[in-house]
């Protein structure tokens, strides 16, 4: 069973994905730039045609679709979003010259002063116990389906492609976490945290630094998944990682009854 199927006239967001939208087929090596637009608008008009019977729209499309005009044309809105995007991750000491001054710091004071280690496969609880200090710390309603999430981190397990990491001290104490997953193209910050309590040992940049250099094997490109708040924004740019803007597409608004109905779907 899906994750997700639209709901009631709704096409919306899975949980946990950052971007969806239209796929185009690759281009023959020959195929001049007007030829690719005509044809990628000409795909875009014919999706949108199957979207007629939809009242309700909201994608974020992949940072490729750089032209979003058939939809504008067809009376849909768009918003401008950012991700933050590591390539060449399988260079580790370019990426190391790349971060700022204060990752780098972060890094190893988490190694030497704290003597904090890696693990890779922790627990799922002791992962979702910190992910919900960081939202208590920033006085924030866990919006995300913790159902959703379990299935995604078993899943992506079996296939081996996607893990928790965390960091812990001597004591054993969890400072923090983060789940990544990855396939050819790209790697992805799905979701992470940290005990507030421990905030200073420099933790969360030392378990991401980790968990790069590990899918580096498999891919090399990482996406942190954004973020739009300012905080997270600034941790993410630090490590080096370009901001690369990407499209949300909408058209009409989701009711309380809508947002009811899409995440009692995601349970059934």
Same mark, same amino acid.
């Given at each position: 069973?899906? &994750?997700y199927?639209?709901?009631n %006239?709704?096409?919306?967001?899975?949980?946990?994905?950052?971007?969806?939208?239209? #796929?185009?087929?690759?281009?023959?090596?020959?195929?001049?730039?007007?030829?690719?637009?005509?044809?990628?608008?000409? *795909?875009?008009?014919?999706?949108?045609?199957? @979207?007629?019977?939809?009242?309700?729209?909201?994608?974020?499309?992949?940072?490729?679709?750089?032209?979003?005009?058939?939809?504008? #044309?067809?009376?849909?809105?768009?918003?401008?979003?950012?991700?933050?995007? &590591?390539?060449?991750?399988?260079?580790?000491?370019?990426?190391?010259?790349?971060?700022?001054?204060? /990752?780098?710091?972060?890094?190893?004071?988490?190694?030497?002063?704290?003597?904090?280690?890696?693990?890779? %496969?922790?627990?799922?609880?002791?992962?979702?116990?910190?992910?919900?200090?960081?939202?208590?710390?920033?006085?924030?309603?866990?919006?995300?389906?913790?159902?959703? @999430?379990?299935? &995604? /981190?078993?899943?992506? !397990?079996e296939? !081996? !492609?996607? =893990?928790? #990491?965390?960091?812990?001290?001597?004591?054993?104490? &969890?400072?923090?976490?983060?789940?990544?997953?990855?396939q050819?193209?790209?790697?992805?910050?799905?979701?992470?945290?940290?005990?507030?309590?421990?905030? =200073?040992?420099?933790?969360?940049? @030392?378990?991401?630094?980790?968990? /790069?250099?590990?899918?580096?094997?498999?891919?090399?490109? *990482?996406?942190?998944?954004?973020?739009?708040?300012?905080?997270?924004?600034? *941790?993410?740019?630090? *490590?080096?990682?370009?901001?690369?803007?990407?499209?949300? /597409?909408?058209? %009409?608004?989701?009711s309380?009854? =809508?947002?009811?109905?899409?995440?009692?779907?995601?349970?059934?």
């Amino acid at each position: 069973m899906p &994750l997700y199927r639209p709901v009631n %006239g709704v096409i919306s967001m899975p949980p946990f994905t950052q971007t969806m939208g239209p #796929w185009f087929p690759p281009d023959s090596a020959d195929t001049k730039y007007t030829t690719r637009l005509g044809q990628r608008q000409a *795909f875009c008009r014919q999706l949108i045609e199957q @979207l007629i019977p939809y009242r309700v729209f909201l994608q974020n499309f992949h940072y490729a679709i750089t032209d979003w005009l058939p939809f504008y #044309w067809a009376g849909y809105k768009q918003t401008t979003r950012y991700t933050y995007l &590591l390539a060449g991750i399988n260079e580790p000491d370019r990426l190391w010259e790349q971060m700022s001054a204060n /990752i780098r710091r972060n890094i190893q004071k988490a190694r030497d002063k704290h003597q904090l280690t890696i693990r890779k %496969g922790i627990p799922v609880d002791a992962f979702l116990q910190v992910q919900a200090q960081t939202f208590a710390r920033q006085g924030l309603r866990q919006k995300q389906d913790v159902h959703v @999430l379990r299935r &995604l /981190i078993k899943v992506s !397990q079996e296939r !081996q !492609q996607g =893990d928790l #990491w965390g960091a812990y001290d001597a004591t054993g104490q &969890l400072h923090a976490a983060a789940f990544v997953v990855w396939q050819a193209q790209s790697a992805y910050y799905i979701a992470g945290g940290g005990n507030p309590a421990l905030r =200073d040992s420099g933790a969360h940049s @030392l378990v991401l630094w980790e968990a /790069i250099r590990y899918v580096s094997a498999y891919t090399d490109r *990482f996406d942190f998944e954004g973020s739009m708040l300012p905080g997270v924004e600034r *941790f993410f740019r630090e *490590f080096g990682a370009r901001q690369t803007p990407y499209f949300t /597409i909408t058209k %009409g608004k989701l009711s309380l009854l =809508d947002r009811a109905r899409i995440k009692l779907n995601r349970w059934i």
